[in-house]
């Protein structure tokens, strides 16, 4: 680990204004919770032996019912789903 980075890094994000420094904060919290959510997705992959979107897909059309795994797995699915663009 390179400690002298770490330590640079750690003078810098001090000497950032507040808005700024909540800001970035802010955006390391967001990848975080992106990197929890793509391992809860592995985990559903590896446990029912198919990707997410073949899931989804089937989940969409009501194959395969609502027990409370798929239910989780398919709002975890949404959350990282890039979403449409509406039309203005």
Not at 3 to 27: F, H, K, N, W, Y
Not at 53 to 61: A, D, G, L, M
Request: net charge negative; charged share 25%; aromatic share 10%.
């Amino acid at each position: 680990m390179n400690t002298q980075l770490i330590d640079g890094l750690v003078q810098t994000i001090r000497s950032l204004p507040l808005a700024e420094r909540q800001l970035l904060l802010s955006r390391i919290k967001e990848e975080q919770t992106h990197d929890e959510i793509c391992e809860k997705l592995h985990h559903y992959e590896q446990q029912y032996g198919m990707s997410s979107e073949q899931f989804y897909q089937q989940f969409s059309t009501g194959e395969l019912g609502d027990d409370a795994d798929y239910i989780d797995w398919a709002g975890f699915y949404e959350l990282l789903r890039p979403q449409p663009l509406v039309n203005q």
